[in-house]
């Protein structure tokens, strides 16, 4: 039976209502999009980098983080349709891509009032066989 390594994760967003709309650029929410360790364990030891795919109206909407903290901070206005791609230590590892919808909106008064941020955040396993 080959020996399973499973490393649980968290990918996700948070947002936050400026409380208006921005003149500058009519932007309305400040936003984090992020992957993490569910168990705060070290992701480089088998995470080479993440890249995070923006909205192509994003300047360099692709975004490549190669150490923790997993996560870029934007601003906008909409939601939109996100790829996050974990490429792995191990070359012969292929990497794992997560289609996430990015989310600022909610029905919870206290997220619309800003007195809290909006969280939306899946949780999921990469899962490794044990070289033999
Ligand atoms: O909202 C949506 N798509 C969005 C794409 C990009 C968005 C955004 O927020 N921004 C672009 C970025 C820029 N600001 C200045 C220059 S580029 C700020 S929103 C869809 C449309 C209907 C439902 N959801």
Redesign the pocket.
């Known amino acids: 039976m080959p020996m399973v390594i499973v490393k649980p994760i968290v990918y996700g967003n948070t947002a936050k209502h400026f409380g208006s709309k921005r003149d500058s650029?009519?932007?309305t929410h400040k936003w984090k999009l992020y992957v993490r360790s569910f168990n705060n364990d070290d992701m480089t030891k088998y995470i080479n980098r993440i890249q995070f795919r923006l909205?192509e109206?994003?300047?360099t909407n692709v975004r490549v983080l190669n150490q923790p903290p997993y996560e870029i901070e934007?601003?906008?206005?909409?939601?939109?349709e996100t790829q996050i791609t974990i490429f792995f230590a191990d070359p012969y590892e292929k990497p794992v891509i997560f289609f996430f919808h990015l989310k600022l909106f909610s029905t919870d008064p206290d997220v619309v009032v800003g007195r809290k941020p909006l969280v939306n955040e899946y949780y999921d396993e990469l899962v490794f066989q044990e070289p033999s």
């Open positions: 650029d009519g932007h909205h109206t994003y300047q934007e601003s906008g206005w909409g939601e939109f």
